[in-house]
């Protein structure tokens, strides 16, 4: 099996070695094409103003200048020798990917694009918290592989990627993976912080406070509050399909086949 592994936390991050830790338990083909600085929050932006740059690290490892959309589409068309991937991995991110932060994730981003590009997909994203797991990505590296392994041996369907969260604990606190659904958040925890540089001028930080909302059972949000790995399979059609009915009734149109 032949495996490319990208991420948005950038080429030297530690989630991306969790990562071919992970990888290198499946397969001795591992190809790793990974942004040269990190574009966490990048989405599935690709860019279009400015040259991409690729730079080789080593055999079968690329820095690209770009965001991991960028990379997962140069990889697949342009940096892996032969035949194309079986599988694409992106992460370990450094922090979840839950709930509507994942149409932000990079992360999740990655495994998008190469859903799109006919590959197979997962992201694979860890947990930090009051408590996390010291090392950081252990519960990563300790469960990842054989979940990946069940999860190519079951498949899954085409138009989906596969969403994987590790709670913050340490491996033998974990007990349970359970598969979920996108949950939404009832907080705001997107932020900015404003500061003042040396010169007078403002600028600001954007981030996230860590507030919990009250997530639904079965909801990935749920799971790792309560310490499982959640399992999320997501698919980019955002089409609201009862609405298309109401609004039909309205606007006029030809219903669509049940």
């Keep these: 099996m032949r495996v490319l592994l990208t991420n948005d936390d950038g080429i030297h991050a530690e989630g991306l070695a969790a990562l071919e830790k992970i990888a290198r338990e499946l397969s001795d083909d591992v190809w790793i094409v990974a942004p040269e600085y990190e574009q966490s929050g990048a989405s599935r932006a690709l860019t279009l103003a400015e040259p991409v740059r690729v730079r080789k690290v080593e055999d079968r490892r690329f820095a690209v200048t770009g965001t991991p959309t960028d990379c997962v589409m140069l990889a697949i068309r342009e940096l892996i020798e032969g035949r194309g991937p079986d599988l694409v991995l992106s992460g370990v991110n450094r922090g979840a990917n839950l709930a509507e932060d994942v149409t932000m994730s990079g ?14 997909s997962i992201a694979l994203s860890q947990a930090g918290g009051v408590e996390p797991a010291d090392p950081f990505f ?22 989906v ?5 590790f709670p913050a604990l340490d491996p033998e606190q974990i007990s349970q ?12 925890v997107r932020h900015a912080e404003k500061r003042t540089d040396l010169r007078g001028r403002d600028y600001y930080w954007m981030g996230f406070r860590q507030e919990r909302s009250k997530p639904a059972e079965g909801t990935d949000l749920r799971a790792a509050y309560e310490g499982r790995i959640s399992v999320t399979p997501l698919h980019i059609d955002l089409t609201h399909h009862e609405s298309i009915f109401q609004l039909k009734q309205i606007l006029g149109g030809v219903p669509p086949k049940a």
């Design 161 to 165: 990627v596969i969403n994987v969260n």
């Design 177 to 188: 993976v359970e598969v979920t659904r996108q949950g939404f958040r009832d907080v705001q």
């Design 107 to 120: 992360t999740v981003a990655g495994a998008i694009e190469g859903m799109a590009m006919g590959v197979p």
């Design 138 to 159: 252990a519960p990563a590296e300790a469960f990842g592989a054989g979940i990946v392994k069940r999860l190519v041996e079951v498949g899954w369907p085409a138009d």
